[in-house]
């Protein structure tokens, strides 16, 4: 999965894998750390509301369009 554009970072908030047997490898190791596998879904998540939120979304282009 591309990332490119967005601010995440490997096991904090996003797993990544550059080939299918990293893929594995991640699901395998999630599924037998669970509380990993948590605590990275939920900065995910926290990462997503921060960044793609529709206010802070607006609040962006607000930004945005002020200085021009």
Do not use: M, P, V
Request: a negative charge; glycine letters at 4%.
């Amino acid at each position: 999965i591309a990332l490119k554009g967005i601010q995440a970072e490997h096991k904090k908030n996003c797993w990544i894998a550059d080939t299918t047997e990293e893929f594995i490898e991640g699901i395998l190791y999630l599924s037998n750390h669970t509380d990993e596998a948590l605590k990275i879904a939920e900065n995910g998540y926290a990462l997503a509301k921060e960044q793609h939120e529709i206010k802070a979304a607006a609040k962006r282009f607000i930004d945005f369009a002020e200085k021009l």
